[in-house]
């Protein structure tokens, strides 16, 4: 994995940003079952909110549709998506950083939850990413060439979870075979905010290959993130809501008072 991945990274004359984001999004896509989706584009909730542009977006292709507008840009619903990643060429201040995180954030912060009505598809239980880290999107940054140091990426990482709740914190900063970034938990480690106590760095004197964690914690949680089913009502005005006038069968006349929008034809007795 690890040779192949470097082989195509190598960077050549000319070549645009955009050519090595799908270089890692075709990687992704050889270790994932075809029922993942592997894109890139926007993100949305029911209530009309809308992420930043995402570099990686992974969804259920059985849960939902996925939408194109004119030029391209995909759009899927938040309820189908259960991981998404921001891809940087170099990465070196803490500004940038910060920036990058924000990205991902504007996708934790979409209401999968669809204001209480959505249910997890695996177990029919409420859907609450903002107490349930199965229900939350998973986020991770994957830079590939030059980027801070990882003492200096670590610190960057703890000042931004100071300034957001929990539900919100990205999940793993990976600098290409140079050090990774998740969480500690009671379990050991592992990318759960939920459960934290500590950042922990894995780096490539820990005898650990580095590519290989990276790439089995964005397949875990690809696995067990809850989906739920799209709910065409949530997105679309129901039919009370459509102003529309509505008129009866000759044969069945309406009785009691007239809804509202419909209208009577004079002298027929009917609607």
Not at 48 to 58: A, E, K, T
Not at 186 to 206: E, K, Q, R, V, W
Not at 239 to 262: M, N, Q, S, T
């Amino acid at each position: 994995m690890g040779a192949a991945l470097r082989q195509k990274l190598i960077p050549h004359s000319g070549e645009l940003g955009t050519g090595r984001e799908e270089i890692i999004r075709e990687f992704l896509r050889g270790y994932l079952p075809k029922r993942f989706g592997v894109s890139t584009g926007f993100v949305f909730d029911s209530h009309g909110n809308v992420s930043r542009q995402i570099d990686v977006i992974i969804n259920d292709n059985l849960m939902a549709p996925q939408f194109e507008a004119i030029g391209g840009k995909k759009f899927f619903p938040c309820e189908s998506v259960v991981c998404v990643g921001a891809i940087k060429s170099s990465l070196t201040s803490r500004r940038s950083i910060k920036k990058t995180l924000d990205n991902l954030t504007s996708v934790k912060c979409l209401d999968r939850s669809a204001g209480g009505r959505n249910f997890a598809l695996i177990n029919d239980e409420p859907i609450d990413q903002l107490a349930n880290h199965l229900d939350q999107i998973f986020t991770f940054l994957f830079v590939i060439d030059k980027c801070v140091a990882e003492e200096l990426m670590r610190k960057t990482l703890f000042e931004y979870l100071c300034e957001h709740p929990r539900h919100l914190w990205p999940n793993i900063l990976y600098h290409f075979e140079h050090y990774l970034l998740t969480y500690g938990c009671d379990s050991g480690f592992c990318p759960n905010p939920m459960d934290a106590y500590a950042i922990s760095s894995l780096n490539t004197t820990s005898g650990k290959d580095l590519l290989l964690t990276f790439s089995r914690l964005v397949a875990g949680a690809t696995y067990v993130t809850r989906v739920s089913s799209f709910s065409y009502w949530q997105y679309l005005s129901g039919p009370d809501d459509l102003g529309a006038d509505v008129y009866a069968f000759e044969d069945a006349p309406i009785k009691g008072p007239l809804p509202r929008h419909v209208v009577e034809r004079p002298g027929s007795g009917s609607f």
